[in-house]
């Protein structure tokens, strides 16, 4: 059945690396999110897509994330240099048509900052 | 500031039991609310959407109720299992359609 996926599942890196995460949204769906999830603030949006172009990532830390959807099929969220402050739960989440609509959740990239 | 409160924040009750999660939320103006459940280990799920136009939805054991005037939605949850230990996230939607601000949680635990 069509779900999201996200890779890797798991990352341990090391302060200072670059980390990419990478997301295949449900096939059809036209919007994505990036979300972050700690105990400490729960859910949080980071960006989202429509047809591909950034609509909204004012979540985001702009000097060091970046988020692109190269195309249809792909969204990546890159950080560079990581810190131990983004150690978290990325998810990833895809929309078909109108934002009223379901919104399908991947199963998340647990990101370990040492 | 726009806000979604849940409470309480964890719950302990026993199989087959009934359970009121509640989410009071400040966001204006108002789009839908949505009740999530979200397992160990995995991404959230969606239980319940709402528009300012309904009061109740259900699905299956789980019903959701929402007051626009107060601002305020339940979820209730009707003889539990022991699979519905999970965090239950109220999230609530601003008209613009696409800022989504999230409640923290409520993290329910049930025990035979």
């Known amino acids: 059945d069509a779900r999201v996926t996200q890779t890797p599942r798991h990352k341990v890196t090391e302060m200072g690396q670059e980390v990419t995460m990478r997301c295949q949204p449900i096939?059809?769906?036209?919007?994505v999110f990036w979300y972050r999830q700690t105990m400490m603030q729960g859910l949080e949006l980071l960006a989202y897509f429509r047809n591909r172009a950034p609509l909204d990532d004012s979540g985001m830390p702009k000097d060091r994330f970046s988020a692109e959807m190269p195309d249809a099929t792909l969204a990546t969220l890159k950080i560079q240099p990581s810190e131990p402050r983004d150690s978290a739960v990325y998810f990833c989440?895809?929309?078909?048509?109108?934002?009223?609509?379901?919104?399908?959740f991947g199963p998340g990239t647990r990101l370990t900052v040492l | 500031k726009n806000q979604v409160e849940q409470s309480p924040q964890s719950l302990i009750i026993l199989e087959g039991k009934n359970c009121t999660l509640q989410c009071n939320y400040t966001v204006s103006p108002f789009s839908n609310l949505r009740w999530y459940k979200q397992d160990t280990g995995r991404g959230p799920v969606s239980l319940t959407i709402?528009?300012?136009?309904?009061n109740t939805k259900s699905n299956g054991r789980y019903t959701a109720t929402l007051d626009a005037d107060t601002k305020q939605s339940s979820l209730h949850i009707t003889a539990s299992q022991l699979s519905d230990s999970a965090s239950y996230i109220c999230?609530?939607?601003?008209?613009?359609?696409?800022?989504?601000?999230f409640g923290k949680g409520t993290t329910l635990s049930v025990s035979s």
């Open positions: 709402m528009t300012f136009s309904e």
């Open positions: 999230v609530v939607s601003e008209t613009a359609g696409t800022a989504l601000i």
């Open positions: 989440a895809s929309v078909s048509g109108s934002s009223y609509n379901e919104q399908f």
């Open positions: 096939l059809g769906h036209n919007t």
